[in-house]
């Protein structure tokens, strides 16, 4: 089944997968099955158990006491909902590192066991297979997918623990079990539907540039006017430009759709009913992504899915212009909110969003500059400068005492799909209730598959998708 070693990287730290079905030669592909055997099982549960009985780096799990430790092996899905109430007592920020840390290891013991039971499973399926004589006696009987069982186990573990202490073990786990995804897929959508929308014909256009886009050049733009701009075809030489907008790439790459992702339930997140749901990627896909009309709106949105699926991080380049040094904010973008609390990072924050025509990110604001990069689909975008926050009507505390500052009153979903162009009673409508925002000032666009949009600090956006849509943004400061 192979061994649980670090994968080799490239200079940025980035796995590299040398058997990829994208450097095969034509007409191959990699081999794989779902039949492992029960040596295969019994050989990874055996070296989890083994890097387990190493302490992580700076291990803090000895604090939370000699109790859970001694049945973690034998009783983890006990120790599973001890931790887990530890993890949901406080404010998850003020969690004690070994609760954290007790998840995760609880979580790799559970698929210890789950994969030995699987083991002992197989070896009596095959028992009665050989002791059959006729066609009348039954065989043993399989349980559904057994795969979707542990990768639920160790999504949940990365997603509640952010695995601070055994990560490497979580991806290597992953690695091997792809290895025994058989490509089953039998869809007929070959792409997401992703027409072009009319074009948009604007007073206020976002200024576009063609290039080039080396940092140099954006700096010197930067230093000379700090404005929204698009950059047409930026990401063109991207991987993910050719392969994102086939849903069965993205099955491959997530254990044949059996990873969990995070997926944001309704219009958006100041609906009345929103919700998020864990799932596995090939539901989301199904259910959200392929239909024309589907019943609910379903987004995977600002979640970091290459730190959890690292092989699409490979796909992707983080942009020369997240590393330019944006001149000093003025007062107005001072005003940002969150922004004091904002530390200095060293590496840009990713964050995919995937869904399908419909879903909308309400007006608001970042604390940080962004370049926000269209790979599949198309998506409108308005933008407003920090000094019109005022005309904006920024939210307060919500009824769950969430500071939402950084979000209009101004539901701009009211007016759809058409905000360049509303109905006459909207207008009317919005401006009885916010009479400032009628003269409020902005600049409005659709991206185009390519395009990569840089959003200043303090400028406020609304986003929607025109189209089934994967983008990618990159935060710095």
């Known amino acids: 089944m192979g061994s649980l070693v670090p994968r080799e990287t490239d200079e940025r730290g980035v796995g590299l997968d040398r058997n990829d079905d994208r450097v095969a030669p034509t007409g191959q592909k990699r081999k794989t099955s779902e039949n492992s055997t029960p040596e295969d099982q019994q050989s990874l549960a055996q ?34 909902d001890l931790a887990h ?32 039971a699987r083991s002992l499973e197989t070896l009596r ?27 639920e186990v160790l999504d949940r573990g990365i997603s509640l623990s952010g695995a601070p202490g055994r990560r490497p073990v979580f991806d290597a786990i992953f690695e091997q079990l792809g290895v025994h995804i058989a490509d089953r897929d039998r869809s007929d959508c070959a792409c997401f539907h992703t027409p072009k929308p009319p074009e948009l014909k604007s007073r206020h256009p976002i200024i576009a540039t063609g290039g080039p886009f080396d940092l140099e050049t954006f700096q010197q733009r930067l230093n000379k006017d700090c404005k929204p701009m698009i950059m047409i075809g930026a990401i063109e030489h991207w991987p993910a430009r050719r392969l994102w907008s ?46 024309e009309d589907p019943m609910e709106t379903g987004y995977l949105a600002q979640y970091d899915l290459f730190a959890q699926i690292p092989s699409l991080r490979d796909d992707i380049r983080i ?29 840009p924050l990713l964050n995919a969003w995937l869904g399908p025509k419909g879903t909308k990110t309400p007006l608001h604001t970042d604390p940080y500059h962004n370049v926000f990069c269209q790979v599949v689909g198309y998506k409108y975008v308005r933008l407003y400068p920090p000094n ?49 925002f009628r003269d409020a000032k902005y600049v409005e666009a659709v991206l185009e598959p390519g395009d990569s949009l840089y959003v200043p600090l303090g400028w406020w956006h609304y986003v929607e998708s025109l189209s089934t849509s994967f983008s990618v943004s990159f935060w710095w400061n």
């Open 246 to 291: 086939v849903p069965k790439y993205l099955l491959r790459h997530t254990l044949g759709g059996r990873r969990l992702v995070p997926v944001e339930i309704g219009e958006s997140y100041v609906s009345e009913g929103w919700s998020q749901r864990m799932m596995p990627m090939r539901d989301f896909i199904a259910t959200y992504l392929l239909p």
């Open 85 to 116: 109430a530890k993890l949901h007592a406080p404010p998850y920020q003020s969690v004690p590192l070994q609760w954290r840390r007790l998840f995760e290891d609880a979580s790799l013991y559970k698929v210890v066991k789950l994969l030995k």
């Open 125 to 151: 399926n095959d028992r009665v297979k050989l002791r059959r004589t006729d066609g009348n006696m039954p065989g043993g009987r399989e349980r559904g997918d057994w795969l979707q069982e542990i990768v």
């Open 47 to 80: 070296e989890i158990e083994d890097l387990l009985n190493n302490a992580a780096a700076n291990d803090t799990v000895q604090e939370c006491g000699p109790a859970p430790l001694r049945i973690i092996a034998t009783h983890p899905e006990k120790v599973l």
């Open 388 to 436: 019109e926050t005022d005309r904006l009507y920024p939210r307060g505390l919500d009824e769950k005492g969430i500071n939402m500052e950084n979000t209009s009153q101004v539901d701009m979903s009211r007016l759809w799909s058409r905000v360049h162009n509303p109905p006459a009673g909207e207008v009317e409508q919005l401006s009885g209730e916010f009479p400032l």
């Open 319 to 347: 942009p020369d212009i997240c590393y330019s040094t944006p001149p000093p904010a003025d007062t107005d973008a001072l005003r940002t909110a969150g922004l004091a609390a904002v530390e200095q990072l060293d590496e």
